[in-house]
């Protein structure tokens, strides 16, 4: 008690205390009065005594008619009047009655009940913890126990004879040796029970029992145990069976303050130890939800903050083994559970508890058959295990639960514990079992039960198990009506076989055909019916051709290929937002409902998550083509009907199951039955494409079959070990591009003497557009991944923004080069930098602008061919999608700089010759500074670029490699050349960014350079050096003259 105080007390006791009251008495005022009572502190000198307020616990008690447990005269007992609890004068002894003479103990017996009620009072006890029966004793003992023992007697035997007896008996002492056992005899309490046919309390068997004779109480044989009838069999509990226990549903709200590691491990010991600790009851079906309103829940599993309080909303059963009284039951549930429990650093507090007697039937009688043989469950009781021998071996025994629902408080049994018993039909001895109407759903529990089986031992199933499957399955839908568990339990055996490495090819057709027919012939409730398993989903709809208004069916599949289906009873012709594969039905389709009875239609949407069922093998060698299946697979039918010619088109969308490139084609498809010969392959007759992206296709076809989408890749995909290698090259190249034209940018912009002329100034347009390019290409998979439209098309809009304003800065460079070098007289141009400007920045923004304008859903979430580098992945990158504006805004439009680039370049290098023809003093330059020259002009005027139009056949992946290297790398490169390879570049750095011996003084000759430049930027004269060299001076003279 002193862990459960916040006081510090010397020492603790747990007191056990019998109250007197009027019988008359309300309930609820006692248990408050005496509470109260309780509750005040007595002092007394140095001593102080103070109750543990959370400890008390007060319930009512019968008075029986031989009650010796606790002391049968108390010093003082309190009565109830209006105004409270009063002192009452001493009560007679239990065991004599009011006039003083012996208790009649006769009064009221009547049958065996679970406790005798006195007619006399009604008594209140104060239950704080068990006490040590040494302390009840008056001898010294080494150790004390306390048991509970049921004895059989014969019913019709004297109650208090036999309660005399059995308290002779067992206060004789017994010795052995040095060995002695003697009971405290004022602690023997001897009350009549009902026997019971489980009871499950206290143990089922004991060594030995007493009956009852005219000589007294005698030794029996040993009784049989109670799941067993006496001649050794299962127990018929069709006769006279009662309830052993009773039932109670709670439902509270537990709030808890403080620190606990993991807080529902904790509530579920907490229940048990307020509601398990006197053995008569047992928590079951506990269910903890946790209702607080934190965000981070992963971190409440752990651990609750002591500044925050965590509410948990539990639902559980309380199991009650003594068939008390059920308002007594109720109370002392409730009162254990509303007491607060907590220390220092937490504290448990309920709140909304809710009580509820429940009568949940008996699990009945049920014969079911398995590969483990024919079992005849007997009738159990809720929460009982039902256990039988083992067909094979017969020494093993079986279990099965009769499973109390937390959710429905109603029974039903589970699955049956068959580990320790053998398999007594495998699946090779399937064929073997008659189908009949009435064993229809016994056959299929056994095939599931044999495929299970063989599957967990073996990869895949066997050509001849795989046919005796089928066979027998198609046995059960041809010979029976189909119920809904029963289809269920099918669909469920083809998954697991579809999930198997076994061979589906050669049965596809007969599984397709089975499926089919399964759906005609089911029976269920309701207008439809929906059957589920991995990767599979059907659905069946019954149609009242009055009320036709078209039909939509889409399938959505989780990441654990787990399909969730979406009917609506109208034509939609979009898809839904989140499906794999939406099929549309029109109107027109009524007419071709079978003639006869109302209600008599029934459509069914078939998907199939694998691709298994559905094997072409002409697919890639009919023609030149590669075709590949690139979408699940959905189909639609009506019962007794064939669907063909509609004027109103069946609508299909089917999403990609990997991103369409841009040079890829899609066609719209039907599996064929009839195509070679009757082994089927797929037909693009009376199927046409409505609409097409990167991640979805619609298609248009006149008749009702199984539809996909073929991906046309002619064009050798890349292998994974390539795309790879792109990807790795492509984030890798950008990102040290980034940092290289970071610091190209840096130098030029803060050495304001890099930055006297023109080539300088273009070189800086042309760096910050590449860093934005760089910038948006590696964050665009991440603005992708938030699936936000407005980000997509702002973050596609910026990137291809920043890719025209890189390549049309790279077409000024060459027309500057054009007016610096091949037009070798000075040209007067107001402006000229702002004119650069404007075009460089300007034309880029109106390009984007008008895609914009025309249709902002260009952008969006595709995969790109071509987007400064080679990205062959298959994660979403925001690009534009469609192809008219990607061919004619980026193909185009770089095709169209790069010609223009080459044609400057050819004419730049021819002037370059000449120039050196003409200046013998130029003809020192060797071989390698001229190479120099040419590559920082080849980077300079992005002509990398055209690698990418090379990108097709054999050699595709090694073009797109060299491709992603030459591009993705152009912001070092331009770094490399126009930096750390130019030399007044390198004297800045040593001027001003080195210190010691590697610092170099300013020289006159560079002043005097600076100060000319200055001049010329003032008379706007289009002249100055645009070549990347170590020595420029000589080409600069060449211009000036």
Known sequence: MAERSNSTCEKCFSCEVYVTVDPTADVKKVQTDISDLLSSIFSFNFLTIEVVYDSIMVLPAVILPHVTGPPPTLSASLTTSEKGLTRSPQPQPVNKSTTGGPLDRTVGLGQPAMYIKSRYATKYYMLMKEHDMAERSNSTCEKCFSCEVYVTVDPTADVKKVQTDISDLLSSIFSFNFLTIEVVYDSIMVLPAVILPHVTGPPPTLSASLTTSEKGLTRSPQPQPVNKSTTGGPLDRTVGLVMPDQFFRVNLTLCIRGSLLRPKDFIENWLKHQLETNGTMTVVNLFIK?????????????????????????????????????????????????????????????????????????????????????YNWPETFPQDIAEMGCIKPVSNRAYRLCKLDIKSDTTNWAYPDMKNCDKVVTISEISNIT?????????????????????????????????????????????????????????????????????????????????????????????????????????MINVDPEEFNGLTFSVSLSSTMNPE???????????????????????????????????????????????DLFQDPYLNNETTRNMTLNSFVVSASVNNSQVINLKERVVVTLKHKTPKMTEDEVQCMFWDFQKYDGHGGWNNSGCETLSESAYWTSCLCDHLTHFAVLLDVTRSPLSDTYTEVLTVISYLGCGISGFFLGITLLTYLILEKLRQDYPSKILINLSTALLGLSIFFLVDPWLSSFSNYGLCIAAAAFLHYFLLASCTWMGLEAVHMYIALVKVFNIYMPFYLLRLCVIGWGVPLLIVSLVLAIDKDAYGSSTPELVGVALQSSEKFCWLQKKVFYNVTVVGFILLIFLGNITVFIMVVIQIKKMRANNPSANSRTAVQDFRVLVGLTVLLGLTWSVGFLSFGPGRGVVLCLFAILNSFQGFFVFLFHCLMKENVRKQWRIYLCCGRFRVIESLEWTHSVTVGRRNKKRNLVNSDSLPSDNSSSIRSNNST
């Open 290 to 374: 946790d209702s607080s309103s934190r965000s981070m829940k992963e971190y409440t599993n752990l651990m609750t903050s002591y500044t925050e309080e965590e509410q948990y909303n539990c639902a559980f059963h309380v199991r009650e083994f003594r068939k008390s009284n059920v308002a007594d039951v109720e109370s002392l549930i409730y009162f254990a559970l509303i007491s607060k429990y907590g220390n220092a650093s937490f504290e448990i507090q309920t709140k909304n508890v809710s009580i509820k007697h429940i009568e949940p039937k008996n699990c009945l009688k049920q014969d079911i058959s398995s590969i483990y043989g024919q």
């Open 565 to 611: 289906v979406f009917v609506n009873q109208s034509f939609v012709n979009q898809s839904h937002a989140e499906a794999n594969a939406t099929i549309s039905l029109p109107t027109e389709l009524i007419n071709f409902f079978p003639h006869g009875v109302r209600n008599t239609t029934r459509v069914q949407f078939h998907f199939y998550g694998t691709l």
């Open 435 to 539: 189908v009949t109407p009435g064993n229809a759903a016994e056959v299929v529990d056994i095939i599931q039960d044999a495929v299970d089986a063989q599957l967990s031992n073996k990869p895949g199933l066997s050509f001849s198990e795989l046919g005796s499957v089928m066979e027998k399955l198609s046995e059960v839908v041809d010979v029976s009506i189909i119920e809904t568990i029963v289809g269920n339990r099918i669909v469920h055996i083809v998954a697991n076989i579809l999930l198997s490495e076994t061979d589906i090819t050669p049965v596809a057709d007969i599984l397709l055909d089975l499926t089919d027919q399964m759906g005609n012939c089911m029976e269920f409730s309701g207008e439809y019916a929906n059957i589920k398993a991995h990767a599979l989903a059907f659905s």
